[in-house]
């Protein structure tokens, strides 16, 4: 029996719409954000609702769907973290972008999680965390 011939000899209704919309079984990339930060799952299959957007993921699925959470979790608590130390430093953005690579946009797209910053820079960030005042060091480099 094909998966199309299943489907219609079973088919699944939505609850959220709670009005007969028949849910449509298929792989698709999943886009989510948590915290600012966007993610995507790809290839997750389940059933989607083409009315509301509900997706019930099959078994196993929401396994993977979770890890991609935690790996957005953790970019957007780095993501933070850049932000705070920033703000510490007393640099703005562009400041930050100039004194420490990557042009003036670098350090908003840090913050906003769009792209991760490499890991000494990180590294870099964490240490001037704890000694701010090794920043006038760099400066005058
Ligand atoms: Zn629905």
Redesign the pocket.
Same mark, same amino acid.
């Given at each position: 029996m094909s998966e199309t011939n299943f489907v219609t000899r079973n088919p699944r209704y $939505?609850l959220? $719409?709670d009005d007969g919309?028949v849910l449509v079984h298929e792989k698709r990339d999943i886009p989510n954000e948590f915290r600012g930060v966007k993610y995507h799952v790809p290839a997750v299959s389940g059933w989607h $609702?083409p009315? $509301?957007?509900?997706y019930e993921f099959d078994p196993g699925e929401g396994k993977r769907h979770s890890e991609a959470l935690q790996e957005a979790g953790q970019i957007a608590a780095q993501a933070r973290e850049i932000h705070a130390i920033r703000k510490k430093l007393g640099l703005k953005q562009a400041e930050a972008g100039k004194l420490f690579g990557g042009g003036a946009a670098a350090f908003s797209e840090y913050e906003h999680g769009k792209t991760q910053p490499h890991k000494s820079m990180v590294l870099l960030f964490k240490l001037l965390d704890r000694h701010p005042e090794m920043l006038r060091e760099l400066e005058g480099a």
């Open positions: $939505c959220q $719409c919309t $609702c009315k $509301c957007g509900e």
